[in-house]
T-cell receptor, first 114, second 112 residues
Framework: DSGVTQTPKHLITATGQRVTLRCSPRSGDLSVYWYQQSLDQGLQFLIQYYNGEERAKGNILERFSAQQFPDLHSELNLSSLELGDSALYFC?????????????FGDGTRLSIL | DAKTTQPPSMDCAEGRAANLPCNHSTISGNEYVYWYRQIHSQGPQYIIHGLKNNETNEMASLIITEDRKSSTLILPHATLRDTAVYYCIVRVESNQGGKLIFGQGTELSVKP
């Protein structure tokens, strides 16, 4: 158990819809990272938050947005969903942003778009 | 970003040591080498990381060459549960944060 909690575990929805994925980081961790894993793209970094502020952006679509709340949990919002958004979405957390601090991953949310 | 090169697949006999190589010839002096593994579609699991010195923890050992251009992850006594995809990652650090860049990894099959 990594200590990172993601909900829901599975999500099935239709094209055009909007969903929210939730992540609770490990106790004491201030940084939250979101990654997407699809069959053809592998694991891709999406976005990072540190103590409520956006810190880094990766290959995140404009239809996707995220935020980190004062209690440090984070939400990833996906809108106008397309078939290609079907993927595993992982959240990771670390104490800070230093490169010597490992990121610990949750078990992911499997999103299926029908 | 420093690129890593790993063999796509390896086999190991159960109970034997698994030695997984990684080449990172363009690594910078302040970049860490990280190893993660992913079992089926579970979340990536952190194994170990190092900067210059060899490291050991309860899961594995990490051997980094003196020139830092390559490293080896050692699972001392592989079990069937160690069958997974192993990722060697050079941690990119910038003022924008520390994302992990995953490659294709090595698919390790531990056989009875």
């Amino acid at each position: 158990d990594s200590g990172v909690t993601q909900t829901p575990k599975h999500l099935i929805t239709a094209t055009g819809q909007r969903v929210t994925l939730r992540c609770s980081p490990r106790s004491g961790d201030l940084s939250v990272y979101w990654y997407q894993q699809s069959l053809d793209q592998g694991l891709q970094f999406l976005i990072q938050y540190y103590n409520g502020e956006e810190r880094a952006k990766g290959n995140i679509l404009e239809r996707f947005s995220a935020q980190q709340f004062p209690d440090l949990h984070s939400e990833l919002n996906l809108s106008s969903l397309e078939l290609g958004d079907s993927a595993l979405y992982f959240c990771a957390s670390s104490p800070g942003t230093g490169s010597g601090q490992p990121q610990h991953f949750g078990d992911g949310t499997r999103l299926s778009i029908l | 970003d420093a690129k890593t090169t790993q063999p796509p697949s390896m086999d190991c006999a159960e109970g034997r040591a698994a030695n997984l190589p990684c080449n990172h010839s363009t690594i910078s002096g302040n970049e860490y080498v990280y190893w993660y593994r992913q079992i089926h579609s579970q979340g990536p699991q952190y194994i170990i990381h190092g900067l210059k010195n060899n490291e050991t923890n309860e899961m594995a050992s990490l051997i980094i060459t003196e020139d830092r251009k390559s490293s080896t992850l050692i699972l001392p006594h592989a079990t069937l549960r160690d069958t997974a995809v192993y990722y060697c990652i050079v941690r990119v650090e910038s003022n924008q944060g520390g994302k992990l860049i995953f490659g294709q990894g090595t698919e390790l099959s531990v056989k009875p």
